[in-house]
């Protein structure tokens, strides 16, 4: 069929397309690549990827390709699925023959519910999607597809058994010949990143059980699954033919270094083609991996702290004690590895004391750059089902994101209310950033190049717009 691959737009600045991540407004315009929809876009000859968002393209440009296709799949999420469901809607006004599916977590915990919902949606593709996709595009009967949830001809639901999961991932061709083929790399951008940057995933899955993790419950699962190393490095030359503006390379993977030996034979074979690159990391790598990757381009990591009370560790299965993550951190700022260190405040066991822990725990380990988020409670994670059986979440209003896109608080405990830990994050903000020794090093890296500085000072006007719009959320709860 000839298939449209659509991340649909929403809200402005909302980056649905962030894979690992949570899916909302950032607090500095930030899009990561749209790799959940390119990579069964790249196993369909003739298809197109629209993302949306970054492009700036509106909903009329979208409908107007309607009668161009017979099939449209759209990336959703929880914070999106309304507004991508009302996407479908207008297409299908304009091309009543166009079939519609989503794929995406939302629909992996819940096919029954996202289409009793949405009538207009003709399928659900189910946990690891990719090939259950390509099945539907190649016209094979949706009875006999594993993976998917359906409306029969009668509009009765049917979920088929499900697909099993992949072992061999070197069978998935490169998504970056679909960001060649439809995107304008330029147009993503992540704040911690040089740019122009490409990411993609070397494998899928994660060991550890952080249970507010959405992709491992959902759709990756937790054995990390990798594509070989030459695979990996083929797909590193090509970008480096094709794209050769890039400046930095991004393995989206959970966690890269969850298999430290393949992480130092790719970073080996990086390190002969020159390139600079970054990944995502638990803070428990040994100094010794840390070196390897460095002397092969490694520039940054970025590291899900999440807390600096041991204790709400403990109760969130993150699998990692407080002083390794410090003597990790040290570590990595005597090798000058920069770190992107990201946090969470609202957690179970959070309280007025936990948070100033965890904001002086930041200050003291000190990593380059931070990212804080509110406690997001997605269906089909551990956190969801403990909050609902707790009374930690009204499920009638669990929205994530405002009618902006901006994340708001869902999770409140007898001991601390959804105010105090939205109001929590700009604290975090301030009391890291606005230190002495922070805004000096700033300063300095600003002086250094002026690149840098054009970029800071951008920042700086976004997050305090952004801080404007939370303002606004705060007085509107």
């Keep these: 069929m000839r298939t449209l691959f659509l991340q649909a737009p929403t809200f402005d600045g909302f980056d649905g397309g962030a894979g690992s991540r949570y899916q909302a407004k950032r607090e500095i315009k930030s899009f990561w690549y749209p790799t959940w929809l390119a990579q069964p876009a790249a196993l369909v000859p003739n298809s197109k990827l629209i993302d949306a968002p970054p ?10 390709q309607a009668n161009d296709f017979d099939l449209v799949v759209l990336h959703t999420s929880v914070p999106s699925f309304k ?9 299908k006004a304009a ?28 399928f659900c593709a189910r946990n690891e999607f990719d090939f259950t996709v390509k099945d539907v595009a190649d016209g094979v009967p949706m009875s006999e597809i594993k993976g998917l949830s359906y409306r029969d001809s009668n509009g009765v639901v049917i979920h088929n058994p499900d697909r099993e999961i992949m072992t061999d991932m070197d069978q998935l061709p490169f998504v970056t010949s679909v960001y060649k083929r439809d995107l304008e790399m330029e147009k993503y951008f992540i704040g911690y990143l040089k740019h ?25 699962g937790h054995t990390y699954r990798t594509r070989s190393v030459a695979h990996v490095i083929e797909e590193i030359k090509y970008c480096l033919k094709e794209f ?35 990944c995502n990391a638990k803070a428990n790598v040994p100094r010794e991996t840390l070196k390897v990757l460095k002397e092969n381009g490694l520039r940054l990591l970025l590291v899900g702290y999440e807390s600096g ?16 993550a410090e003597r990790f951190t040290k570590d990595c700022h005597d090798l000058g590895i920069a770190i992107h260190g990201t946090f969470i405040v609202g957690l179970p066991g959070e309280t007025k004391e936990t948070i100033q822990e965890t904001i002086a725990f930041a200050k003291r380990i000190n990593p380059h750059t931070i990212q804080v988020s509110l406690a997001a409670p997605y269906p089909g994670t551990f956190l969801y089902k403990q909050a609902v059986e707790n009374g930690w979440l009204d499920v009638e209003n669990a929205e994530l994101v405002d009618e902006n896109g901006v994340q708001i608080a869902p999770l409140h405990y007898p001991h601390l209310s959804h105010s105090e830990i939205f109001s929590a994050v ?41 801080l404007k719009e939370r303002q606004g959320t705060a007085k509107a709860a």
């Design 309 to 324: 009370n041991q204790q709400i560790l403990n109760n969130i299965k993150k699998g990692m004690r407080v002083e390794v």
């Design 426 to 466: 700009e604290e975090f903000y301030k009391k890291f950033y606005f230190r002495a020794p922070k805004i000096a090093s700033i300063v300095s890296e600003m002086v250094r190049s002026p690149d840098m500085m054009k970029r800071r000072l951008r920042e700086g006007v976004e997050f305090y717009r952004f």
């Design 244 to 278: 050769p503006q890039t400046k930095e390379f991004f393995f989206d993977d959970d966690t890269f270094t969850d298999n430290l030996p393949r992480a130092e034979e790719i970073a080996r074979e990086l390190g002969k083609l020159g390139v600079t690159w970054s």
């Design 55 to 64: 492009h700036n393209i509106k909903l009329e440009e979208i409908v107007a």
């Design 83 to 91: 507004s991508d469901v009302k996407t479908v809607e207008a297409l």
């Design 95 to 122: 091309n009543p023959k166009l079939i519609a599916g989503l794929i995406g977590a939302k629909v992996a915990v819940d096919a029954e519910g996202s289409m009793a919902q949405a009538p207009c949606i003709d």
């Design 196 to 220: 122009p940057y490409i990411s993609f995933y070397s494998g899928r899955g994660c060991k550890s059980r952080c249970t507010f993790c959405l992709w491992p419950q959902t759709v990756g």
